[in-house]
């Protein structure tokens, strides 16, 4: 029976598999060249001790990111400021902190996503979707409060978020951001055209 090297968890494994995954792309990476960037002999075979294929790892990965990802969203949902601009600016954070805490899996997402829709659209619909729709919930009880105003809650969620999620998507895909702008910046003019749309009242 294959053995692992003594350290070589699974966990590593994941790390490592992601990791070239998001370099060289699923398909030109083997389970020769993981087993190899974990210390372990190529053909030893003993990653399929933790995983009974390569797709399963990559399945493997993505639940974990989804429970991560998860825990870091409910600790945000239950610290929203009372002061709609503040709570604008921390989702904005929370928004990127959730994205670039697994770059990597967000950057095979975007790549694989077509090949492998079965394992992509939980990651989808955990993460983005759901951002989506915390964000209409909270406009909508903004609204209520006579705080803002909104005549498509959905619609501004979708068009607050798309532009907010853009900036991290695109430096993870191309290296760049919009406009080559810093992200203090960038923020400082989305949480302003935020307050903007939604009519806020002056600071």
Known sequence: MAR????????????????????????ATSVTDIQ???????????????FPSKKALLEAAVRRNLDTMARRRAQVVEHVPDDPRQAL?????????????????????????????????????GVLATLYRECTVWIEAQRAAGVAEAA?????????????????????LIGHTPGDLDRETFLTAWAGHAARTLALPEE
């Open 4 to 27: 692992t090297t003594p350290g070589v968890t699974r966990e590593r494994i994941l790390d490592e598999a992601i990791r070239l995954f998001a370099r060289d792309g699923y398909g």
């Open 36 to 50: 190899r960037a974990c210390g372990l002999a190529g053909g030893s075979g003993a990653l399929y001790k933790h």
């Open 89 to 125: 600016r921390l989702m904005a954070d929370a928004v990127w902190n959730v994205i670039d805490g697994d770059r990597d899996l967000v950057r095979i997402m975007l790549r694989e996503f077509t090949a492998f829709p079965e394992i992509f659209e939980p990651m989808w619909q």
């Open 152 to 172: 498509d809650p959905e619609a501004t969620a979708a068009v607050l978020i798309s532009s907010l999620t853009y900036f991290p998507l695109l430096r993870i």
